[in-house]
């Protein structure tokens, strides 16, 4: 390719990506639509990424298409339960969430309606907070949330960062594979059903 002919296509790049943060910055609407496609998602993973802290030694983030790392989480019926060895057999939506993530809390009805279509032979939701099991127990309660929701104390080392989220920016969803594979993650929350049943596709 000529010197000329690259110059060309270097500043059309240019104008092209300068263009695009115009208009993020000018129309704060298109990050979000963005962010609602799987493109967008990616590079948005790979931005926060890029930004999180390492983990602690020892411990490696799932990566989409890895397999969930074996990890123990408290019930919030009591003892332990033994990720992903739980969930194998279903696909199952992963959601992360902390009692006190606004957009957390604004998603759950949705995810707790789609929960109740899927029935017992559909996607099974989990649900994997980020937070105090008393707060947890009290709002899944005066919310009416049903689906299973597991614990885990945040820190550097926490459900989220082995699940792939070394940011920690909630909510945070990952669908797993009846085999306990990773085959797609969400970084944000879902707006209703359809973004949901859209997503899982």
Same mark, same amino acid.
């Given at each position: 390719?000529?010197?000329?002919?690259?110059?060309?296509?270097?500043?059309?790049?240019?104008?092209?990506?300068?263009?695009?943060?115009?208009?993020?910055?000018?129309?704060?609407?298109?990050?979000?639509?963005?962010?609602?496609?799987?493109?967008?998602?990616?590079? #948005?993973?790979?931005?926060? +990424?890029?930004? @999180?802290? =390492?983990?602690?030694? /020892?411990?490696?983030?799932?990566?989409?298409? !890895? *397999?969930?790392?074996?990890?123990?989480?408290?019930?919030?019926?009591?003892?332990?339960?033994?990720?992903?060895?739980?969930?194998?057999?279903?696909?199952?939506?992963?959601?992360?969430?902390?009692?006190?993530?606004?957009?957390? #809390?604004?998603?759950?009805? +949705?995810?707790? @309606?789609? =929960?109740?279509?899927? /029935?017992?032979?559909?996607?099974?939701?989990? !649900? *994997?907070?980020?937070?105090?099991?008393?707060?947890?127990?009290?709002?899944?309660?005066?919310?009416?949330?049903?689906?299973?929701?597991?614990?885990?104390?945040?820190?550097?080392?926490?459900?989220?960062?082995?699940?792939?989220?070394?940011?920690?920016?909630?909510?945070?969803?990952?669908?797993?594979?009846?085999? /306990?594979?990773?085959?797609?993650?969400?970084? !944000?929350?879902?707006?209703?059903?359809?973004?949901?049943?859209?997503?899982?596709?």
């Amino acid at each position: 390719m000529a010197t000329s002919t690259r110059a060309v296509l270097l500043v059309a790049s240019l104008a092209a990506l300068a263009g695009a943060a115009a208009s993020v910055y000018f129309e704060p609407t298109i990050a979000t639509r963005l962010a609602a496609t799987e493109p967008g998602q990616r590079l #948005l993973g790979v931005v926060l +990424e890029s930004r @999180a802290p =390492a983990p602690p030694a /020892g411990i490696v983030p799932a990566k989409r298409g !890895g *397999i969930v790392p074996t990890m123990s989480l408290h019930a919030l019926t009591g003892g332990k339960v033994e990720i992903p060895k739980a969930w194998a057999g279903k696909p199952t939506l992963v959601n992360l969430w902390a009692t006190w993530c606004a957009p957390c #809390l604004r998603e759950m009805p +949705e995810l707790q @309606a789609y =929960a109740d279509a899927q /029935g017992s032979e559909g996607v099974q939701v989990v !649900g *994997i907070a980020l937070d105090d099991a008393t707060a947890v127990r009290a709002f899944l309660d005066r919310h009416a949330i049903t689906y299973p929701n597991l614990v885990d104390a945040p820190g550097l080392a926490d459900a989220g960062v082995r699940l792939g989220n070394p940011n920690g920016v909630l909510p945070y969803t990952l669908l797993v594979s009846p085999e /306990g594979r990773v085959l797609k993650t969400r970084i !944000g929350p879902f707006e209703d059903q359809r973004a949901i049943a859209s997503w899982m596709r």
